[in-house]
């Protein structure tokens, strides 16, 4: 349904979506993220889309934030857009919800996705306090920090760029 046959979106549909029905867009926001069609920019837009069901009682959208943040069938910049959405609302619960679930994937050493995730953490920890960051130091590093994780995605996709010290996907290190 929001696949064209050159393989972009339908915008009108996804508008749709966003607009009257995010709750029931997940399915098919789901469906076509997993079916592989897609292009990095389009799955970007889907994964805002998906983020909407993560956190409010949804086990598939916690699934598949779960599965965006870990799998490698998606690129670093989908995941970027994925944990850059999860403060996007001001429902307490639902982003105690969602702080919960960052919380719960544990990423290896020096993994990419660990630092950005700890940063969203911060993000989504300081909407809940409504206090923002006491320290305003804290917070212009913890954005310096994630401009660079993003241009250091960046730099590791472009075409004939051999990606240092970025591992190609996340690090699962099982809870203890």
Known sequence: MFINEDGKIDRSVLRYFEQVGKEHAFDSV???MRSGQLRDREMM????????????????????????MTSDNYSMD????????????????????????????????????????????????????????RDQKQYDAMHADFRKINKQVKRGQRPGNIQRNVPSGPTIVPSP
């Open 78 to 133: 989908v995941k970027m857009q994925t944990i850059r959405s999860m403060d996007d609302l001001e429902d307490q619960a639902i982003l105690q919800s969602r702080l919960a679930l960052m919380d719960s994937i544990h990423y290896g050493e020096g993994d990419i996705m660990g630092r950005a995730n700890e940063i969203y953490s911060g993000r989504v920890q300081s909407k809940m306090t409504k206090g923002g960051f």
């Open 45 to 68: 837009e889907l994964a805002r889309v998906a983020v909407h069901s993560t956190g409010k009682n949804n086990p598939q959208g916690d699934t598949l934030f779960r599965d965006i």
């Open 30 to 32: 789901a469906q076509a």
